[in-house]
């Protein structure tokens, strides 16, 4: 069965780093897309990027690029979304999925990781 | 980039049918992809390349695409449906996603 985990819930301060997860299984990782998708309390879906585990082929929307960090390590099947400094800003819940080409739909999600950044 | 416009909101009466739009330039010629969120759940797929439907997915609920604007259609509409839907596509001359704002729909 395909499936997509993420790490569990943050609570940080504003200047702090933070490295969130998402494990897949049940289908070959290196062979599929991973996105990151953003949503803020009460609001809309936004496409932050996405990774190619296969060859680490990264895009950014223009609104993430240079706040996040995404990347991969197919070995272990995960990718991860990170930052550097967090700000208030960045609370919200970040889901993961999968998609098998650029076009393509994403088919599974992963359950979220809400991370709240807070002094 | 490629803007999406969705409706805030749609109402519909148990039993009747629920059209949601998304607009987009020249929407037509993309393909359009629909999901379904729940309040405290993941996004859901419902709809993809315009008009197909994963397994599991009721035939109640189809989609359409051509010229600006893309439609997801629920019929015979169910208290089950009520949630919010969010249309989606790749844009290839900006090498990214867009999604619409969302629509949340009400089963009155």
């Known amino acids: 069965e395909e499936q997509l985990v993420q790490s569990g819930a943050e609570v940080k301060k504003p200047g702090e780093s933070l490295k969130i997860s998402c494990k897949g299984s049940?289908?070959?990782?290196?062979?599929?897309?991973i996105v990151w998708v953003r949503q803020m309390p009460g609001k809309g879906l936004e496409w932050m990027g996405i990774?190619?585990?296969?060859?680490?082929?990264?895009k950014y929307s223009p609104s993430f690029r240079g706040q996040v960090t995404i990347s991969a390590d197919k070995s272990i099947s995960t990718a991860y979304l990170q930052w550097s400094s967090l700000r208030a800003s960045d609370t919200a819940m970040y889901f993961c999925?999968?998609?098998?080409?650029?076009?393509?739909?994403?088919?599974?999600w992963g359950q979220g990781t809400l991370v709240t950044v807070s002094s | 980039s490629y803007v999406l416009t969705q409706p805030p909101s749609v109402s519909v009466a148990p039993g009747k049918t629920a059209r949601i739009s998304c607009g987009g330039n020249n929407i037509g010629s993309k393909s359009v992809h629909w999901y379904q969120q729940k309040p405290g759940q993941a996004p859901v797929l419902v709809i993809y390349h315009d008009s197909d439907r994963p397994s599991g997915i009721p035939e109640r609920f189809s989609g359409s695409d051509a010229g600006n604007t893309a439609t997801l259609t629920i019929s015979r509409v169910e208290a089950g449906d009520e949630a919010d839907y969010y249309c989606?596509?790749?844009?290839?001359?900006?090498?990214?996603?867009?999604f619409g704002g969302g629509t949340k729909l009400t089963v009155l």
């Open positions: 989606q596509v790749w844009d290839s001359s900006s090498d990214h996603v867009a």
């Open positions: 990774i190619y585990p296969g060859d680490s082929d990264t």
């Open positions: 049940g289908y070959s990782f290196a062979n599929y897309w």
């Open positions: 999925a999968r998609q098998q080409e650029l076009m393509e739909p994403n088919d599974y």
